[in-house]
């Protein structure tokens, strides 16, 4: 079983920033792409950004140019920097190892962290 451990959530005030991180094995970061998801009460889990072996990225619409995602296998991690955050960025923050398709369309895998949860404040 894939084991992935969410951490760094928090209560931040609106315009403010969190750093999320979730680390794993070696082996599961060294051979999976890792894709951040969010769930907010009362709505469907989306997916917030996700980073492949390589380096390789993509983010949702919503949080382009405020988020980052990156990788450091050398310590099994992957981050999520989130800026400017708003309250509509509440929610709880999962991270999932999963594969890409064709290239660019990221398929969720059955292994999933606990979750973190993110409370931005007006």
């Known amino acids: 079983q894939v084991q992935l451990v969410e951490s760094g959530g928090g209560l931040v005030e609106a315009g403010g920033s969190l750093r999320l991180s979730c680390a794993a094995s070696?082996?599961?970061?060294?051979?999976?792409?890792i894709g951040w998801y969010r769930q907010a009460p009362g709505k469907q889990r989306e997916l917030v950004a996700f980073i492949n072996t390589v380096g390789y990225t993509n983010y949702a619409n919503s949080v382009k140019g405020r988020f980052a995602i990156s990788r450091d296998n050398a310590k099994n991690t992957v981050y999520l920097q989130m800026n400017s955050l708003a309250p509509e960025d509440t929610a709880v923050y999962y991270c999932n190892a999963g594969t890409l398709r064709y290239g660019s369309y990221y398929a969720p895998g059955d292994s999933w962290g606990q979750g973190t949860q993110v409370t931005v404040s007006s």
């Open positions: 070696r082996s599961t970061f060294s051979s999976n792409a």
